[in-house]
């Protein structure tokens, strides 16, 4: 016997349980089993108030996620394509500012581990760590060779 359909309030909250999600997002995925008559963003009001849809914390996870592979530019982007933005962005880019340099050290000796002697080597060093979303000055901490656990 088959099982019957599930509603959209259960559709979301199935979602919910497996990861964060944004509110833009989420309705995106539950439009495509809306049918007529369902409203989606009532469900999402519904589950707002509940506190099991929630862009701060969505925000957090991601920035989380993404904190140790990627530079300031690159999450904010991230962010902003899923549909955050005002206060919860703004919280997210003060929190990501004050470590910004010691990731990319960081990014930059997991794949390089040392300044390359040509100019075409270092070249490739600075692309690499641009298209990760780094700052032109963390770029340039980065590239001295510094470790992490020294001054900037």
């Known amino acids: 016997m088959p ?3 599930l509603s959209l309030k259960a559709r979301a909250l199935r979602l919910l349980s497996t990861r964060e999600h944004s509110r833009v997002d989420l309705r995106r ?3 495509r089993y809306a049918e007529e008559g369902d409203d989606v963003e009532a469900l999402l009001d ?3 108030q509940n506190n099991w849809l929630s862009d701060p914390r969505f925000s957090e996870s ?3 996620r993404r904190s140790a592979r990627y530079g300031n530019s690159r ?3 991230e962010l902003q394509s899923h549909g955050i933005s005002g206060e919860a962005l703004q919280e997210a880019k003060a929190g990501l500012v004050e470590d910004e340099t ?3 050290v960081e990014v930059w000796q997991r794949k390089f581990g040392e300044v390359a002697a040509d100019p075409e080597g270092r070249s490739k060093q600075m692309r690499f760590l641009m298209q990760r979303g780094f700052s032109q000055k963390a770029i340039r901490v980065a590239m001295q060779g510094t470790a992490p656990d020294e001054e900037y």
């Open 29 to 31: 995925k539950l439009e």
């Open 75 to 77: 999450i904010l982007a």
């Open 102 to 104: 010691a990731r990319c």
């Open 46 to 48: 519904f589950l707002e």
């Open 3 to 5: 099982r019957p359909p």
């Open 62 to 64: 991601l920035v989380h």
